[in-house]
């Protein structure tokens, strides 16, 4: 042990302090134009449930068409326009079976959008939305990319807490073994 004698008379440099680190701000929150749907930094909540995004795999929308409806008012539009042109109704009940069937058909056409989360271990949760698929892809493309974001981010915390948990283990031997040398005799 050195002695009072061997000390330097100045106090010892402090370390330089460290840059402080400036986070990014957060997303900002995202909502659907009819408000079904909103996403924050760490959340997605549909139609008032919430779904934590490290609980999510991923989110696809897929455009689907009402085929029932599309169908029927294929056969409507055809069974009328057939019966008119073979003069089994008159004009004015096949002007409108043929205005229903189109109706129909275009009903049909129009269809809605099925929003699907894949939770981790989980089954899938299916919503469907109406109106136009591009806004609803928007959407889901930013949700996946802010997913990803997150499982990153939990990836590199459990990595630094596993480094750290390392080398607490490693300098804790480390001592161990260095007591263990002065403590037997030579």
């Known amino acids: 042990m050195p002695s009072n004698e061997q000390l330097p008379a100045e106090p010892l440099p402090l370390p330089p302090e460290p840059a402080p680190v400036s986070l990014p701000p957060p997303p900002p929150t995202l909502r659907s134009e009819n408000g079904r749907l909103e996403l924050t930094a760490d959340s997605l909540t549909v139609n008032g449930q919430r779904y934590g995004l490290l609980e999510l795999e991923g989110v696809d929308v897929q455009p689907v068409r009402w085929l029932l409806w599309f169908m029927l008012g294929g056969l409507v539009l055809a069974g009328f326009t057939l019966a008119f042109l073979q003069n089994w109704v008159r004009t004015m009940p096949a002007m409108f079976g043929m205005a229903t069937g189109a109706l129909l058909l275009a009903y049909g056409n129009r269809g809605s959008n099925r929003l699907r989360l894949h939770r981790l271990g989980r089954e899938a949760v299916y919503y469907s939305f109406p109106g136009a698929s591009e806004q609803w ?43 263990d040398e002065l403590s037997t005799p030579s």
Do not use: G
């Open 137 to 179: 892809l928007k959407l889901a493309a930013e949700t996946n990319r802010r997913i990803r974001q997150r499982h990153d981010e939990a990836a590199q915390a459990a990595a630094a807490i596993l480094q750290a948990e390392i080398e607490a283990a490693q300098a804790e031997a480390d001592q161990a073994a260095d007591s």
